[in-house]
T-cell receptor, first 116, second 112 residues
């Protein structure tokens, strides 16, 4: 149980284009989904927290107009990287929780984004 | 199918106890195994293990990898209430850039 999927697993795009990444909870209803970005030395940065049906809460320093997050249903959240630049190339991971608390998170397999 | 399995899923101990958390994996193109501690925000990186039998230590925490048996353990000695958290195991696999697959975590509660 508690399976989270991400699509696509890997994407290559040209600079200036937009890329959408989907995060789905397959066998539970996720009231809260989190989006992370992996940085060097294995650190994970929380980008934003999204609750179903409401606007996402972005962490300090994360541009909400560049990283659009939508959590339209209890099983789907999307992250759209708009006007992607090479420095946006990274590994993006989502996690999902049904309890609303950060401690009960189930992680997706991640999406590797490469912007040329 | 690649997978990472952690056990136990939850654990309650008292301060001063020693705990051992387990992580087993089945992945292709294994690169490394990572341990994270998750409290309120993003998981905090603890260890990265790439070679079998070499213990990594940081204070009261230590970890070791067995690539033959495909598992790792995270030990915490003399536990404190501040150790209460979810401990995540992840495996870096595949490709030249690496990807992570996470286990479901072990929720550790340390009682005073």
């Amino acid at each position: 149980g508690a399976v989270v999927s991400q699509h696509p697993s890997r994407v290559i795009c040209k600079s200036g284009t937009s890329v959408k990444i989907e995060c789905r909870s397959l066998d539970f209803q996720a009231t809260t989904m989190f989006w992370y970005r992996q940085f060097p030395k294995q650190s994970l940065m929380l980008m934003a927290t999204s609750n179903e049906g409401s606007k996402a809460t972005y962490e300090q320093g994360v541009e909400k107009d560049k990283f659009l997050i939508n959590h339209a249903s209890l099983t789907l959240s999307t992250l759209t990287v708009t006007s992607a630049h090479p420095e946006d190339s990274s590994f993006y991971i989502c996690s999902a929780s049904w309890g609303g608390g950060r401690e009960t998170q189930y992680f997706g397999p991640g999406t590797r984004l490469l912007v040329l | 199918e690649d997978k990472v399995v952690q056990s136990p899923l939850s654990l309650v101990v008292h301060e001063g106890d020693t705990v051992t958390l387990n992580c087993s994996y089945e992945v292709t193109n294994f690169r490394s195994l990572l341990w994270y501690k998750q409290e309120k925000k993003a998981p905090t990186f603890l260890f990265m293990l790439t070679s079998s039998g070499i213990e990594k230590k940081s204070g009261r925490l230590s970890s070791i990898l067995d690539k033959k048996e495909l598992f790792s353990i995270l030990n915490i000695t003399a536990t404190q209430t501040g150790d209460s958290a979810v401990y995540l195991c992840a495996v870096d696999y595949g490709g030249s850039q690496g990807n992570l697959i996470f286990g479901k975590g072990t929720k550790l509660s340390v009682k005073p």
